[in-house]
């Protein structure tokens, strides 16, 4: 409980007040007492007519996992005999979660029991944990503010996010590949066989087996699809630069999520997935296996991932991943620079790993910075702040054109974007048989 | 610049310092001729010497009236009623007869107060550097004489007798004197009467003003009886000594509380005739002084004061929720500060037109190849393009957004600050209407 701002506002008029009275009738000292001794009485009966603290038991339950980026919610129940008309929450918990910012809550007159959901921002994984639950709500009068606490032990396992693994979302944007629709629109097909069915007006005439079609004694069409048992190399950087906030949760994050559903698509897809992480030092590789066994392993790996304090070396992670691949595989570099002197050995670490295998590297677009370099106003400091953000941008683009010069695949996209953009790529790829 | 603050501070006292010094030792002429030969610093010292209480005048101290008995006033001036000329020449600085110049109505200021003895003035300036007593170097009698009549309308006639040093017998001293000047007692007037007569002439004279409620004043015609060199001559030093006796009986008590000889070569009266002293209260603070503050009323002031910051503090010390977490140093924090920090020295640069040029070209070159893809929207291709495409849905605006690219972009004609602000705002606002509509 404390006194409210009313309560304050109350005690300067009293005090002004008294000042008055003892200027102006000094000789009657008593006269001092009135004032204060109502605000005294008004307090003891504010306090008599509120709804006690002890009177309210609340209840709260936490969903014990959520995927990193997602909220989840946190349901409170609230009884007693009484409830006040009105009330805030705020909880103690780590910083890995972040509650929604709300405004107080109207109950109606006379409840006795309320249930409340608390939308909580999942923003780091790991375990996380809820402490203390505080309530505040004025009392009758508004001369005080009553702030009850309990102790709460809710704890939130936060996973890397699979939610569109799990929603189907990955297979949808895969069905192309899978059936065959997107390789047969274009030039080339696929190169491995997959079976022969009877010709049908429409289909292309080169696809008609004639050596087979003179067995049956009728027109046989050879249907092909994209080779399978690929190898795909997930590979993430965990330096410092992928500690960076966007969109509220880390550029590793982010990748994570990625990486996981490119792992999932690889696995509908028929190719084999290894998993790598480094940041100042290399990471055991996991090594390549059928897509959907590896996706069990690569997700626990992911879990522990956390960004490093210091920064990438990126010359020797990409040199021991380099020498442990035997076969020509697809790897997905996921990684970030700041500017392109920094990227010198992370172009040059590319390159050589070019030579034997597929490299793709996908960074992360800053929406902030995006946003910075057009100005909401025209005054000089905002035109020069979007010049410096304008150049970073250039710098960026620089380097991402330089490592596409060298035959290295890029993919710049949004933090919200990245995992459509990157199956996508993945299917183009794929048709395009690059591997 | 904050670092210049307190060199500009130390600067400033400095030359205060010096301004108050400058102010403060603006006596420096005067104290130059008070210890040359004709001054009469040594007078002071003398009378000390010889138990009489004397104290000497100080530009920073006031004396109280009531602690002086006599004031001795030599005056350097010949005509109390008119400002000295200015000496246009070495010869006509020598030869001036006003050293230090005094008003007739500051002289009589300072004769009400007490009985005075006034010293005449006998010698040029230019005694004070050569130092030397000459016939030459001698105030010309007419204008030293004028003074007994500016001074109290006395007719006191000045007569110099004698040329070269004479000696003559006061009592059981001798007086000497280089050519003495004296009043001639032959035109004793009525008001005034011999102090110390010589035979030739009088030497110190006491004369009455015409008002009743007035002190005596005593002229001393001949200042060699009591200035620097004069001192030191035959049995002067004695006769003042005795003189003084005779004329401030108070200051020779040899009491250590004597009002004393004021010798008063300053150019203002300096003396205070209001007595600090008596009108000082002295209080007793006691504890019971200090109680009265907690006693009614003050009482509920304090009581009041005490609730208040009570409830303050209360209210304070109870918070709703956790502590909020401070910003962390993220990297995406030192991204935005590496950003702000160089747009800073962007706009130190200084070039502000260069930088909105900069502007246009990337947000073009932005929009170019958003609309046409990274090859074909790049360069000033791209941006051709785009106004072609842009004139394509509205040629009027496209136009006018061409026109303002191109003034914001040409930087041989630099803009003013407004008309730069101006047009990147018609920049902006076309931009937005011709890719988002109105």
Redesign the interface.
């Known amino acids: ?4 701002r009313l ?2 506002a109350a ?2 008029a ?2 002004a007040l ?2 008055a ?2 200027v102006w009738r ?1 000789e009657d ?1 008593g006269l ?1 007492a009135w004032p ?1 001794a109502a605000l005294l009485l008004a307090a003891v009966v504010d306090l008599a007519l509120t709804v006690p603290a002890r009177g309210i038991a609340p209840e709260a339950d936490l969903p014990p996992r959520g995927f990193a980026g997602h909220r989840a919610m946190l349901d409170l129940t609230l009884r007693g005999r009484r409830l006040p008309p009105k009330l ?1 929450v ?4 780590d ?1 890995g979660l972040e509650p929604a910012e709300t405004a107080a809550t109207e109950l109606p007159k006379g409840a006795t029991e309320a249930a409340l959901r608390l939308p909580l921002a999942l923003r780091d994984r790991g375990m996380q944990a809820v402490t ?1 639950l ?1 309530l ?1 709500y004025p009392s009758r009068l508004g001369l005080f ?1 009553i ?1 009850p606490g309990w102790p709460l032990d809710l704890k939130i396992q936060v996973l890397p996010d699979i939610s569109p693994v799990l929603s189907g979302a990955i297979q949808a944007q895969m069905l192309p590949l899978l059936e065959g629709a997107r390789v047969m629109n274009l030039k080339g097909e696929g190169s491995e066989f997959h079976q022969l069915r009877d010709f049908a007006p429409g289909m292309d005439p080169r696809s008609i087996d004639w050596k087979r079609s003179a067995r049956v004694n009728d027109l046989v069409a050879r249907e092909t699809r994209v080779e399978r048992n690929h190898q795909i190399i997930l590979c993430l950087d965990t330096g ?2 992928m ?4 969109a509220g949760l880390t550029r590793l994050d982010h990748a994570i999520h990625a990486a996981l559903a490119l792992c999932w698509a690889s696995g509908l897809a028929g190719d084999n997935v290894g998993f790598y992480s480094f940041g100042a030092r290399p990471r055991p590789l996991i090594p390549p296996r059928p897509g959907r066994a590896a996706f069990g392993p690569i997700q626990s790996a992911c879990a522990e991932l956390m960004p490093d304090e210091a920064e990438t070396n990126h010359t020797l992670g990409l040199s021991v991943l380099n020498g442990k691949l035997k076969r020509r595989s697809l790897v997905v570099v996921f990684s970030d620079f700041v500017d392109s002197t920094s990227a010198e050995l992370l172009v040059e670490n590319l390159a050589v790993m070019q030579r034997q295998h597929v490299v793709l590297y996908v960074a992360l677009r ?1 929406p ?2 995006q946003g ?4 909401a106003t ?4 905002d ?10 941008l ?1 710098e960026r683009q620089a380097v991402l054109d330089r490592l596409a010069r060298l035959g290295i695949l890029c993919l710049d996209a949004a933090p919200g974007q990245l995992t459509a953009a990157l199956i996508s790529r993945y299917i183009e790829i794929k048709a395009k048989e690059m591997i | 610049m904050r670092n210049a603050l307190p060199m500009i501070l130390v600067g400033v006292l400095v030359l205060a310092g010096l301004a108050g010094l400058l102010f403060l030792g603006g006596g420096r002429e005067d104290r130059r001729l008070d210890a040359s030969v004709i001054g009469i610093d040594g007078l002071a010292t003398w009378l000390k010497a010889e138990g009489l209480a004397v104290e000497r005048s100080n530009p920073r101290f006031r004396p109280a009236w009531s602690q002086l008995a006599f004031r001795v006033l030599p005056l350097y001036d010949t005509d109390l009623y008119a400002d000295p000329p200015e000496a246009k020449t070495p010869r006509d600085a020598y030869y001036a007869t006003t050293l230090r110049n005094i008003e007739a109505w500051n002289l009589q200021g300072r004769l009400y107060d007490m009985p005075a003895l006034v010293i005449l003035p006998k010698w040029v300036a230019g005694t004070v550097t050569s130092a030397m007593a000459h016939d030459s170097a001698l105030i010309p009698l007419e204008e030293a004489g004028r003074l007994p009549g500016q001074i109290g309308n006395w007719s006191l006639l000045l007569i110099r007798p004698e040329q070269g040093f004479v000696t003559e017998e006061v009592g059981q001293d001798r007086v000497a004197l280089f050519h003495p000047q004296l009043f001639d007692p032959a035109a004793l007037p009525g008001q005034c009467s011999a102090v110390v007569g010589l035979e030739r002439g009088i030497l110190v004279a006491s004369c009455a003003f015409d008002e009743d409620d007035r002190y005596p004043l005593y002229l001393l015609s001949d200042p060699d009886l009591m200035n620097n060199h004069g001192l030191a001559l035959a049995d002067n030093a004695a006769v003042a000594a005795w003189l003084f006796r005779a004329l401030a009986p108070a200051a020779a008590t040899g009491a250590e509380e004597a009002p004393r000889i004021y010798i008063d070569t300053e150019a203002e009266n300096m003396v205070d005739y209001y007595n600090y002293d008596e009108q000082r209260q002295d209080y007793d603070r006691s504890a019971t002084d200090f109680a009265r503050f907690f006693a009614p009323p003050l009482t509920g002031l304090w009581a009041v004061l005490a609730i208040l910051l009570g409830l303050a503090l209360w209210r304070g010390a109870r918070r709703f929720g956790p502590a909020q977490a401070d910003a962390a140093d993220t990297p995406e924090q030192s991204k935005l500060a590496a950003i702000a920090t160089n747009a800073r020295l962007l706009r130190i640069a200084g070039h502000d037109a260069r930088m909105a040029a900069d502007l246009v070209q990337a947000n073009l070159s932005d929009l170019a190849q958003t609309t046409f893809g990274r090859a074909v929207g790049a360069g000033p291709q791209g941006i051709a393009r785009l106004f072609a495409h842009l004139s394509r849905r509205d040629p009027a605006r496209t136009a006018e957004l061409q026109a303002v690219a191109q003034r914001l972009t040409d930087t041989t004609h630099p803009l003013s600050p407004a008309e730069l602000h101006r047009q990147l705002d018609a920049f902006r606002r076309l931009l937005e209407t011709l890719t988002h509509g109105k």
């Open positions: 409980m404390r006194p409210s309560m304050l005690l300067g009293l005090a008294s000042v009275l003892v000094p000292p001092l204060w805030w705020r909880l103690t918990h910083p203390r505080r505040m503010d702030l410092h630069l500690a960076e906030r966007l800053d902030d910075l910075l370099i057009r100005p025209s005054g000089m400091d035109v020069a702040q979007a010049i410096a953000a304008a150049r970073i250039q």
